[in-house]
């Protein structure tokens, strides 16, 4: 998509009511809508960052109707979305990005629209500037590949524990005391984080099952932890913990062995629903017989 122009950029102010940030009008002079990148950043998403309307043509003005104004009347329908913001990213079509006063909120499916904290020139950093990695990841035996399952995000932020900035961190606030965001994976693997008190699964479903009480420590002080609607339950097999292979998109979910989707009454009709309306099928793997386990995370 070509760069906005400046009578269309004044057009949209004016429909809003409020001046768009600087900085953001020169973005969408170079391209009227792209991708807003935040996958090493805050909230770890990738956002479309929304165009404003182009009166060139029909074509362009039928590919642009859904632009910021748009969206911002829509979000200004919700309760939570603060007065004097602007909608500047969606997800889907869901508004899920606003500006107000040069600061961000996001909308966090039904808990509604919080501020983050973060400034919009300081949202979706440049890769480049994220600090440098020097060393490899560290490895988790129940959780595998955490970058894949998008527990572990490139990050720009300094791990509380180890007061480092490592350039990876935990997408997820753990359990325990005080407020310990943006830990790095090195401090979870090393039992660092579980020293101030982190834990990131809930241990009843390993206790309940039989796993050993070593095995459990593992998995709830030194594994990354997983997301979901529901308190996760980190699924038992032959009196071990499993192994998390991550959530599966409808095409997984159905491409999963008929045996096992009837074992959790996972037809195809309820997969496709359960999915598309915000819940998850979240997989696992026995590692003594090679069985299949799913968590369903109803939302």
């Not at 919080?114 to 950093?125: R, S, Y």
Request: net charge negative; with cysteine.
């Amino acid at each position: 998509m070509t760069g906005a122009r400046d009578e269309d950029l004044d057009r949209a102010e004016q429909v809003l009511g409020v001046a768009l940030p600087t900085w953001w009008r020169d973005r969408l002079r170079e391209r009227n809508g792209f991708d807003w990148d935040d996958r090493a950043g805050v909230t770890g998403v990738l956002y479309r960052a929304l165009p404003v309307r182009d009166g060139s043509d029909r074509k362009r003005m039928a590919r642009t109707a859904q632009d910021i104004a748009w969206h911002t009347e829509r979000a200004q329908a919700e309760d939570s979305f603060p007065a004097g913001a602007v909608v500047l990213g969606a997800l889907g079509e869901m508004p899920a990005v606003a500006v107000r006063d040069d600061q961000i909120w996001v909308r966090r499916g039904s808990l509604g629209w919080e501020p983050l904290g973060v400034v919009l020139a300081d949202f979706a950093p440049d890769p480049a500037t994220l600090p440098p990695v020097t060393q490899e990841l560290p490895v988790f035996t129940f959780h595998p590949d955490p970058v894949a399952t998008g527990m572990i995000r490139r990050s720009p932020n300094t791990c509380p524990s180890c007061d480092r900035a490592r350039g990876w961190e935990y997408v997820k606030t753990p359990y325990g005391r005080g407020c310990l965001e943006h830990l790095c994976p090195w401090c979870i693997a090393d039992g660092s984080a579980a020293q101030l008190g982190a834990s990131f699964v809930d241990d009843l479903p390993l206790v309940n099952g039989g796993v050993a009480p070593d095995v459990v420590a593992v998995v709830c002080d030194r594994t990354p932890g997983i997301t979901g609607w529901q308190q996760e339950v980190w699924q038992v097999c032959c009196a071990d913990a499993c192994v998390y292979l991550g959530p599966l998109d409808v095409a997984g979910a159905l491409d999963l062995p008929e045996a096992v989707r009837n074992q959790y009454g996972l037809s195809s009709d309820r997969a496709e629903l359960l999915i598309e309306s915000g819940g998850g099928v979240h997989r696992f793997r026995c590692r003594h017989c090679g069985d299949e386990q799913l968590w369903i995370d109803l939302p």
